[in-house]
């Protein structure tokens, strides 16, 4: 069993009792969760079509990109319910009504807002900086112009739940959470949505902007650059949401010491699951070659250590690492 060790004290693994247990710790962690720019609509209203109708746990409306919100609904989950007959059940009823129900979507959404007066005004203290000039002009957005998107936390990610997504065109994001206990003192492991990105959030966080990419970088010794990239035309186990599949069109590899530095990218042909890890594979075509992107001396946390993010201008553009991440 996984423990915490968190000044000098040890907890332990401590489950939840039930889903209305789960969803608890859910709303009270939910901007760790989802994000300091999202807003998580507390309401469970039937939604769609005939036998696709199935009901919500809540919305979730992520302004991390002012230009573009984006609209999830969030089903919350515990690992004890059967993964096909139930969570991957409830998630193709919300894909149906993705498709057919957008409009009553909306009309949930803007009468439910009447009756949480804070969440609204949260909303609202948004607005300034999109395009839109009230919650009705946003919720036409989010429900006719633009994909809504599936999120489901739950407490424990198995083989079986990333076998079960590859089945979606378009795989959910996954949350983790977990709660730990020492006496009466909780403490909490999650792995947040966007989590791949969280570099580039910080840097929204510092200067308030979103922060736009098309390329991650990828670190790799050499055996596994020959055997991915040069032999397989390919990219594996790389932990990507559906904002990072959406906006990704290129790969680059930074080769580790001795050699360290970045030479070749390539754009990304296709991205699909990647067997039962809950992670993705990309395929690559038009592999390419720059004048070697090097480190610079005695730069701290210069090296990408884990998939970074960037944009191939600043690939092309580049003379040190560092610049592809300032």
Known sequence: MARIILNNKEYSLYDFDNE?????????????LFGKDSIYVDVKKKIGKDNHKGIPDAFLIDFYDPKKPQLYIVENEIASHDVYSNIT???ARFGASIVSSANQIRKVLIKALDNVPQTKKEIESYLPQTIFKNITE??????????IKIVVAINDVTADLNLAFKI????????????????????YYYEPM??????????????????????????????????AYMENDAWWEIRLSQKARENLKYLAIYEKAPV?????????DRIEPYKDTGKYILYLKNK???????????????APQAPR???LSKLLSAKTVGELWS
């Open 20 to 32: 209305a247990d789960f969803e608890k710790a859910v709303i009270e962690n939910q901007k760790y």
């Open 168 to 187: 979606f065109k378009t795989p959910p994001d996954v949350v983790l959470l977990q709660r730990y206990m020492c006496g009466d003192s909780v403490s």
């Open 138 to 147: 946003l919720m036409l957005f989010l429900t006719e112009e633009n994909d």
């Open 194 to 227: 966007r989590e791949e990105i969280e570099d580039i959030e910080i840097e929204k966080i510092k200067t308030g902007k979103a922060v736009d990419f098309d390329m991650v970088v990828c670190a790799a010794f050499e055996d596994g650059f020959k055997h």
């Open 288 to 302: 390419k070659t720059v004048k070697p992107i090097k480190l610079k001396g005695g730069t701290k946390g210069e």
């Open 260 to 268: 360290a530095h970045i030479s070749h990218y390539a754009e990304i």
């Open 89 to 91: 059940e409830q998630i």
């Open 309 to 311: 993010y960037t944009t």
